[in-house]
């Protein structure tokens, strides 16, 4: 496969860094071709600003997702983000990795998608109409390929569960995970987070280490979370409501776009699961 990662850390002397070499070691032993985007280290402009739409008169309103979608038709987009655009055509897999910073991404690689993720590449594609409201959420330029997130908190890891005062790691990653990454189509994978990433000593980097190239050498065989397709029959169109009685006992916000899935107990009988996220942190 071809894997591209998108990195985002300013030291590649951190733990980052050297989780990055981990995964494009195993990911080249295993036969795959591996293109890295150092987003600190190219200098990467994260600013959306009149300077990407050169269409644009100078007297002119900027309005982004317009001026966007004009430079993107017309084949005017910045270099820099054309180049971007054809490592994720170039590649089967996305990797985002990036350090959780105030509980997101860092500034640099929201950018990036800001920038990259141009009207009419990554969104704005499709038919609009009652029966679809265009290519998305599971369709999409993106469709077909799979992408994921590797990612280290400071916190620990009792800190991001389900009752954990920072709020579930699934919840905090769902916004990239699934309107980011499942938004222009990708299969998307469960996140590959690092706890206590300040603290974390020699023993403990060579076990997670190797539990990354365990995940590098399962890219495509990992189940992919079972996000539902906006185009499949589960919303209401146009307003995008999910139809009532498809939620499963007890779920609300985030939890409602995951499709239920059914786990069997050691008895033989169904039991239900939340998503296939629930587990990741426990073997992240």
Not at 15 to 35: I, K, P, W
Not at 117 to 130: I, L, R, T
Not at 200 to 221: C, H, I, N, S, V
Request: glycine share 10%; with cysteine.
């Amino acid at each position: 496969m071809k894997v591209l990662i998108v990195f985002a850390h300013p030291e590649p002397r951190s733990l980052n860094g050297s989780l990055r070499d981990v995964a494009v070691r195993e990911l080249e032993a295993e036969g795959h071709e591996v293109r890295v985007s150092d987003l600190y280290a190219h200098g990467w402009t994260s600013e959306v600003g009149r300077a990407d739409f050169p269409l644009l008169p100078q007297d002119a309103r900027l309005a982004p997702a317009a001026a966007s979608k004009q430079a993107f038709e017309s084949g005017t987009l910045t270099a820099d983000v054309k180049a971007e655009i054809e490592k994720l055509l170039w590649a089967d897999v996305l990797i985002l990795q990036f350090p959780l910073w105030w509980f997101s991404m860092p500034a640099i690689l929201k950018g990036w998608v800001d920038r990259v993720f141009a009207y009419g590449f990554a969104y704005g594609v499709g038919e609009h109409s009652d029966k679809r409201w265009g290519d998305r959420y599971g369709e999409g330029r993106l469709a077909g390929k799979r992408a994921m997130l590797i990612v280290t908190a400071g916190g620990w890891e009792e800190h991001y569960a389900a009752r954990g005062i920072n709020g579930p790691i699934d919840d905090l990653l769902f916004p990239i995970n699934h309107g980011i990454l499942y938004y222009p189509g990708y299969d998307v994978l469960p996140p590959f987070v690092v706890y206590k990433a300040d603290k974390l000593d020699e023993a403990g980097f060579q076990a997670t280490a190797e539990r990354l190239r365990e995940r590098m050498r399962t890219l495509a065989t990992t189940s992919p979370i079972p996000y539902r397709r906006q185009n499949g029959g589960d919303y209401l169109i146009p307003s995008m409501q999910l139809r009532a009685g498809l939620e499963h006992s007890g779920a609300t916000g985030f939890a409602l776009h995951v499709e239920q899935a059914e786990a069997r107990s050691p008895n033989g009988e169904a039991s239900s699961m939340r998503s296939t996220t629930d587990g990741c942190a426990a073997i992240a």
